[in-house]
């Protein structure tokens, strides 16, 4: 067979290569998900709003830390108000986060949670959370922020403490642009 024939499959064949890459790419993120949900891995949060709550187990206490974290590109001073809180499984607790923009422009901001160890993130129900919504201020407002959770009973017995994070990102670029792309339909 001469090179002049073998051209035209091996094309074929790359562009189905490419094709089948960039599909998969497109796959990535709804099977990470899945992925994730299936494992537990990664801390992701899937539990949120009203919850049901039961009766608490007074017989156990959980040690859950509260941690804040900002990006390097956020400049907001960021913290919760209680770096532990004690919860029985069942009960309902409350707390907060307090943050501040020491900035000279209004920005906006959205939290990220995570939860370690990451078989536990499944049990933590938050019924109220900043990280629901995005989080403006303006240059030098400061806001205390809710976080209403449950812990579920069925929290395994061997799980006695946990870590729930938050990152905060500055989201301020994107919202600009969309609230730009806005005023530039209506126009």
């Avoid at 209680?82 to 209004?106: C, I, L, S, W, Y």
Wanted: with cysteine; proline share 7%.
């Amino acid at each position: 067979m001469s090179a002049r024939g073998d051209t035209p499959r091996l094309v074929r064949r790359l562009v189905l290569g490419a094709v089948l890459m960039f599909g998969f790419g497109f796959a990535m993120v709804p099977l990470y998900d899945v992925f994730c949900e299936v494992t537990g891995l990664n801390g992701k949060i899937t539990n949120t709003g009203p919850v049901a709550t039961a009766e608490a187990d007074t017989a156990r206490s959980i040690k859950v830390r509260l941690i804040a974290v900002h990006n390097e590109g956020m400049p907001w001073e960021f913290s919760p108000l209680e770096g532990v809180v004690r919860a029985h499984p069942g009960e309902m607790r409350q707390t907060a986060f307090v943050a501040a923009n020491p900035t000279a422009r209004d920005m906006v901001a959205q939290a990220i949670p995570s939860v370690a160890p990451a078989e536990a993130a499944q049990y933590l129900h938050k019924v109220n959370c900043f990280c629901f919504e995005r989080q403006p201020l303006q240059s030098g407002e400061s806001v205390e922020m809710p976080l209403v959770f449950v812990i579920d009973r069925k929290l395994p017995e061997h799980i006695r403490s946990l870590t729930l994070s938050y990152t905060l990102f500055d989201i301020s670029p994107e919202v600009s642009a969309v609230t730009q792309d806005k005023k530039e339909q209506r126009l």
